[in-house]
């Protein structure tokens, strides 16, 4: 895989020509920036840029003022090769508070290492339901400790607008649910990506975030995506190279509450 052109083609699609990821969600370009705009309950933010040293705090401005004219908290997804070089610098001088780095991982498919299988006992319910999205938001919110509203009310809105473009699976040891994890297929683009695996603390280490991902990677697969991408833990990126994905850059998310 040559690193370099698939980060590029990662930046065009993903990113520079974002598509919005659920209805009523629209995407916009202004200037340099491309923006994701949704309601209180979906992601905002800024996916892409294209500032230098002397337009980048105008811009930083202009975004503060129209979520904050939305009433909106959002996220600036700044990414390790973005520019200027110290716009991680000039976020935080803007009142954004950065969360823990990740790094961006990519797969091409055909040359992954799908063989991994979940453990005895452990089986798969697709979530493709109010119950079974509940399901999915419970094992995040004690997998991570984080509140699961916005999750629970965005994979529903997904799965209602277009269940094509979403995949979520609970793994369930009996009638608990021990690990979830979901894909999002992006139509006209060689990308899924891999989002929210995540394992109940006493469940880890015995394989199932592995199998997650190959179980979601093989269902790209038969779908015709050639890649997928995480924004990996320091936690889930040893398994991820161990599965074949490489490191191409660090993603950091900025919030910003007004």
Known sequence: MDHAAVLALHDRDLREGARPDGPGARVERTGGVVRHVADADGWNGILWTDLDE?????????????FTGLGRDFEWKLYGHDLPTDLGRRLTAAGFTPEPQETLMIGEIAALALDAELPDGIRLLPATDRAGVDLVADVHEKAFGTDSTRLRASLLAQ?????????AVV???GD?????ARMELVPGTQF?????????ESWRGRGIYRALVAHRTRIAADRGYRYVQVDASDQSRPILERLGLAPLTTTTPYLYEP
């Open 54 to 66: 002397t337009d980048a705090d105008a811009a930083i401005a202009e975004q503060i003022a129209y």
């Open 159 to 167: 799965l209602a607008a277009d269940s094509d473009t979403v995949v």
């Open 171 to 173: 793994a369930l040891a």
């Open 176 to 180: 608990e649910p021990v690990s979830a």
């Open 192 to 200: 899924a990506g891999l989002w929210g695996g995540g394992t109940v």
